[in-house]
Structure formats: C-alpha cells, structure tokens
C-alpha cells in the first residue's frame, strides 16, 4: 500500500485543556493538503522511530492545515510526551496523509455522538460537518473533570451554529454528584433511524456496544483510541508474501509485523494494537484469526483484509498481498 509523507511545519501549539494540546501542521509553502472527511486521522512519525495515530478535527472542506489535539498520557511509551516536550513552533515534523476507517455514514437520519476523554476528537470534526449538511445531532461528551475536558467553547460554537439542530451534553464523572453516562438510557431515548458514534478508552466501548446490541448494526459506530492488553499472538504457522514470493514462519508470541520488520520487509505500521489501520493488508488465501478494533464482524467475516500487527491465522498458512 502506497503511503503519502508528507513534511509539514508547526504553525501553532494551543493549551486546549488539563494535559492536552492542539497542534496546527501546515505546509511550508502554505499548499493545500490532501484533503480529509470527519473521523479521519493521520500518523505523526516522530524522530526516535515512533509513528502515532491523531484523529483530525478539521472543519469539512478545510485543507490548509491539518488540527490534532495530543493527550500527555502519563502510561506514554514515547509518543505523546515527546510530542508534549519537544515538539515546537516551527518545527517540521513528517506526517503520513489522511485514512479515514470512521466515516460518516451518508444520511439524512439524526445522528448521536458519544465522547469519553479525548476521544472527542474526531466527534468535533464530525459536528462540523453534520451542521454543513444540515443534520441533527446530540453529542453527550463525558470526561473525568471539567478542566480536562478539551474544546468545550468549539463545541458550544458549534451547537450555536447548528441552527437548533445540534445539542451538545456535557457530564464530568469525577465531579461532586457526577456519575458514569447512562449509555442504555441515550440510546434508548434516540430515533428508530439515528446512526451513533462513539469514541474512548475501551470499557466506555464494551458498555457502549452492550447497549446498541439491539439497534441495526449498521447504525452502531465507534473507534478505539487504545487496545486493552491482548495475549500475545499464537503463531506458529507460515506467511507467503505473493508479490515478492518470500515465505517467513511467525514463531508463537510474535506478530506478522514482528516477523516481516525482523526480516527487513517494508511495510507501514503505526499503532501496533490494531486500532489506527496503517497495517491493513490484503489476504489472498487463508483464514485469519482477526484481533483488529477496526474492522467489523462482517468484514472480518470476509476474509478480504487483516491487520497483521495483531491479527494471526488460524490454520497453517497465509498468503498476503505484499
């Protein structure tokens, strides 16, 4: 898979709230960039050999910057607090050009979105555009404290600019008298044909999930910003790359990934969890063991594409399109 670089400088760096900050990454000479629909994200590859996935919160058809937002996680294995401390005003920075596996669905169909922490981000961008085409939407958005809850007065802009359709719902669980959304009870109260999204850490998820089990599943969105611990993968079986003919074994406790980078195989990668999609590769034959956050069931059902940082295989061989 061709991956578009992209070699952007720092224009901004904004304190958006407790621990996080907002990056504008624009092009040197001040170029249009590829353009991005709302839920998309791109890769920072940062110095140390790092690559870290950010959901854009671009405005629809806004292409002279891309606007992340970076959390300081204090469990950082490079990524964010390097971005924290060394990564400046002016700075150039190598970005790879926008995926988007979180779009939104081309509907006229009132929309819910449901944020937990900085898993707004890409919410934000996807208020934007459902006021451009005229849609209703709620966004009930939780975080630990209103301190650390990032880009309340855009979201307030937004919901004043929606013309009466948006309604924005903040909640702070950690506060005096604050409690965990009440996930059955939003999804309950919504239309028969409204799509939900949601983004956050993983237990928001599994809740999520457990209470749209009844809505369509087509109509029940979401995207992971971190993987909870998995095992690590079986292995033990041969992987054919068709296009350079070269077969490696993955040996058990290593990944497909593990495997081809030991090997000298180039191939893109971000996250290494299965949540950002750097590493979707096509399967041409075998039957995978999927343990992706990003495909649905019925796409992992069809056995078309895997992610090889986490996904394995559950016989004795694969062939990929590498």
């Not at 224009?11 to 996080?20: F, I, Q, R």
Request: hydrophobic share 45%; aromatic share 6%.
């Amino acid at each position: 898979m061709l991956i578009l670089m992209l070699d952007l400088f720092v224009k901004s760096v904004t304190w958006e709230a407790e621990g996080v900050h907002s990056y504008d990454l624009r092009a040197p000479d001040l170029s249009p960039l590829p353009p991005a629909s709302a839920g998309a994200h791109i890769d920072l590859v940062l110095p140390q050999g790092l690559t870290r996935s950010y959901s854009l919160l671009n405005a629809p058809g806004e292409t002279r910057r891309y606007w992340v937002a970076v959390q300081k996680d204090p469990q950082s294995r490079g990524g964010s607090a390097w971005i924290h401390q060394q990564l400046k005003v002016g700075d150039r920075v190598q970005v790879q050009a926008p995926r988007n596996h979180f779009a939104l669905v081309d509907s006229p169909a009132p929309v819910v979105l449901i944020a937990g922490g900085i898993g707004v981000t890409p919410l934000v961008a996807m208020a934007a555009q459902l006021n451009q085409r005229q849609t209703p939407w709620v966004m009930h958005y939780s975080a630990r404290t209103r301190a650390r809850a990032a880009f309340i007065d855009h979201l307030q802009n937004l919901q004043a600019a929606s013309g009466g359709l948006g309604q924005l719902h903040l909640n702070f669980d950690q506060e005096p008298g604050g409690k965990m959304l009440d996930l059955a009870a939003i999804v309950n109260a919504a239309p028969v044909d409204a799509h939900f999204y949601a983004c956050g850490p993983a237990p928001m998820l599994a809740a999520y999930q457990a209470a749209a089990s009844q809505r369509p599943a087509e109509q029940v969105h979401w995207e992971h910003f971190s993987a909870a611990p998995a095992a690590p993968p079986a292995g033990g079986f041969q992987v054919h790359l068709a296009r350079s003919a070269r077969s490696f074994t993955v040996a058990p406790g290593a990944s497909i990934l593990d495997t081809l980078l030991d090997n000298g195989v180039s191939v893109s990668y971000s996250c290494m969890e299965g949540v950002c999609g750097a590493c979707e590769t096509r399967v041409i034959s075998g039957e995978v063991d999927h343990k992706d956050l990003i495909l649905t069931p019925a796409e992992q059902a069809q056995n078309k594409t895997m992610m090889i940082c986490c996904s394995g295989c559950k016989g004795a061989e694969l062939t990929l399109d590498l």
